[in-house]
C-alpha cells in the first residue's frame, strides 16, 4: 500500500473510531484546521473565508528551509509552465511531497491531488480526489474550512460527471459535497444535495452508497429514526460495512437503544480492522453494559 493509500485508508480509520469515541465525525483535517488558526489565518467564526493561500502558507510553516526551497520551486515552475504535461508533472510532484515528507500535510496533498486529476481529466482519478476531500469533510468544525473542501470536491464531482454523466457514485458525491460543505447552513443548498441524493435512490434502492450518504444527512439533521432506517438497510445489504455498523451502533447509543448499540458494537469488534480499533469498540461496550 503506497503513502497515497495509507492517507486515505487512515482517514476511514480516524472517522470510524471518532464516531464511537467522540460521538461525531472529526477527521484528522480538524487539525489543518488548528494549524491555520495558529499560522494567522481567521478563526472559524470570523468573516474572511479561507482560500488556498490561507492553507498553503499555514502548511509552509512546518517545512524546514530545505523543504520549503523545493517546494516553493515546485509551486513556482507551475505557474511558469505553459506546457500542460509539466503542470501535471508538477502538481503530481508537490502531492507526492506533502503525502510522504509531512505529517499534517493532507490539505496541499488533496489539493495538488486534484489539480493533477483536473489536467488528467479522466473519471478515475477526478473521482479519487474527490473523495480525498468528501471523506475528510465530514464533522469538519471550522466553517470556513468547511466550505473550502467542499466546494474542492463538488468542483471534482462536477467535472467528473461532465465526462460520465450516468455516474450514480460521482451523482451521490456532489450531493453529499454540497450536504456536508456547506458551510452556511444554507437550507436551499442542503435540499439540492438531497435531492441529488434521492434521485439516485428512488432510482436504485440497491445503491448502499446512497443510502448511507442520506443515513448520514439523517444523523447529522438529527432524524435519527430515519438515519437507523437506511442504515439497517446498507447493513443488512452489506454485512462486512464496519463504517455503517458503527455508525448505527453510534446512533441506537445517541438515542438511548443500549441494547441495540452493544448488538452493534458487538458485531463491529469482529470486523474491527486493527487492535487498536478493537480495543477502543471494546471500551465502549464495557461502558455501556
Known amino acids: 500500500m503506497n503513502r497515497q493509500q495509507v492517507l486515505v485508508a487512515g482517514a476511514g480509520v480516524v472517522l470510524l ?29 470570523g468573516p474572511k473565508s479561507i482560500d ?4 498553503l502558507q499555514a502548511a509552509h510553516t512546518r517545512l524546514s528551509p530545505s523543504q520549503l526551497s523545493y517546494v516553493s520551486r515546485l509551486e513556482n515552475s507551475v505557474v511558469r509552465g505553459d506546457v500542460r504535461q509539466q503542470q501535471w508533472k508538477a502538481y503530481k510532484q508537490l502531492a507526492e511531497f506533502w503525502a510522504d515528507s509531512v505529517k499534517e500535510g493532507f490539505l496541499p496533498y488533496a489539493y495538488y491531488t486534484g489539480e493533477a486529476a483536473k489536467l488528467e481529466n479522466s473519471e478515475k482519478s477526478l473521482t479519487f480526489a474527490a ?51 456547506n458551510s452556511t447552513g444554507d437550507p436551499q443548498e442542503t435540499m439540492q444535495g438531497v435531492q441529488q441524493i434521492l434521485e439516485v435512490a428512488r432510482r436504485d434502492s440497491t445503491n448502499m452508497y446512497a443510502q448511507f450518504m442520506l443515513a448520514l444527512g439523517g444523523v447529522e439533521s ?35 437503544d443500549k441494547a441495540d448499540a452493544i448488538a452493534a458494537f458487538e458485531k463491529a469488534r469482529k470486523l474491527a480492522e486493527s487492535p487498536e480499533m478493537a480495543r477502543e469498540i471494546d471500551q465502549i461496550i464495557q461502558t455501556l453494559h
Do not use: C
Open 17 to 45: 473510531l471518532a464516531l464511537t469515541i467522540f460521538g461525531k465525525t472529526v477527521p484528522p483535517s480538524k487539525k489543518a484546521a488548528t494549524a491555520l488558526h495558529d499560522a494567522g489565518s481567521p478563526p472559524a467564526s
Open 52 to 55: 488556498l493561500e490561507d492553507i
Open 131 to 181: 473523495q480525498l476531500f468528501l471523506r475528510n469533510l465530514r464533522g469538519q468544525e471550522n466553517p470556513a474550512l468547511k466550505g473550502w473542501m467542499g466546494l474542492q470536491a463538488k468542483g471534482l464531482f462536477e467535472k467528473a460527471l461532465a465526462l460520465n454523466p450516468g455516474s450514480d457514485s460521482s451523482k451521490v458525491g456532489l450531493g453529499a459535497s454540497m450536504i456536508f460543505g
Open 222 to 256: 438529527g432524524q435519527f429514526d430515519k438515519a437507523i432506517e437506511r442504515l439497517r438497510t446498507v447493513v443488512r445489504h452489506e454485512p462486512a460495512n464496519i463504517e455503517a455498523i458503527l455508525l448505527l451502533a453510534q446512533v441506537y447509543q445517541q438515542t438511548g
